[in-house]
């Protein structure tokens, strides 16, 4: 079994979750691939690209199931590549389960973008590009238009098949909007959703989220 960890937008392969994740799984004899979605370069992320990294990481290991578990825009970017896995790598290397973690599910079809409202998104649109904070590097960083175009063609709404899935969504999440997460999962019975008294980053219910993973997963008893 091959475990991924897709991290959220300005983030890096260095976050909090994903060294958290790394830790438990070590002990059971696990690694934990974590693509870098900052590469080539940050300024023309698109979430087609992100997929395409996914994929591409998949076909480089040995055959076998593959868990992703994805944080917001990762969660967005995991549930899109087990929906459009290449047929010739899910027969090698199926996505089997997935785990969600403050999903951001209506990036495609609500193209939210933070706080840039409808002159924000012209603007962007004309010039090309806009400058964000990127959390993970500390600095403003440029990001170009294509995000925001290439997302209008994933609706996670329009996709009503799937692998087991996990979904763990903090109440007091101001990034990712829990009422939009429990529509999401009410009308598929194969998506199982843990609401949690917390925020966006799921800091404060880790212990309760590894135990329901190592479950899930069927990975043993605590690491």
């Known amino acids: 079994m091959h475990l991924f960890y897709l991290h ?13 994740l790394a830790k438990r799984l070590q002990p059971l004899g696990y690694r934990l ?5 900052n590469e080539p370069e940050f300024e023309t992320l698109t979430t087609s690209r992100m997929i395409g990294q996914v994929d591409d990481a998949i ?8 868990v992703l578990i994805g944080s917001s825009l990762g969660g967005f970017v995991a549930w899109h590549t087990a929906a459009r896995q290449p047929p010739a790598v899910a027969r090698r290397s199926p996505i089997s389960r997935l785990v969600l973690l403050a999903p951001a599910l209506d990036f495609g079809a609500s193209r ?11 603007r962007w649109r004309e010039t090309g590009h806009i400058e ?33 899935t996990v979904i763990f969504q903090g109440r007091q999440d101001d990034a990712v909007d829990p009422a939009m997460v429990e529509r999401f999962s009410r009308t598929r019975s194969y998506v199982e959703l843990h609401l949690l008294d917390d925020g966006h980053q799921l800091h404060d219910s ?10 899930f997963l069927g990975l043993g008893g605590e690491a």
């Open 8 to 20: 959220g937008f300005a983030s890096s392969t260095q976050s909090t979750k994903a060294a958290w």
């Open 33 to 37: 691939h974590c693509p870098d979605f």
């Open 132 to 164: 964000v904070f990127h959390h993970a590097l500390g600095e403003t960083r440029r990001l170009e238009y294509g995000l925001y175009a290439d997302a209008a063609r994933y609706d996670s709404f329009a996709v009503d098949t799937g692998p087991p």
């Open 59 to 66: 076909a480089r290991l040995p055959a076998g199931p593959v």
């Open 112 to 122: 939210r973008m933070g706080d840039l409202g409808t002159e924000g998104i012209n």
């Open 206 to 215: 880790l212990d309760t989220i590894w135990r329901r993973i190592a479950d």
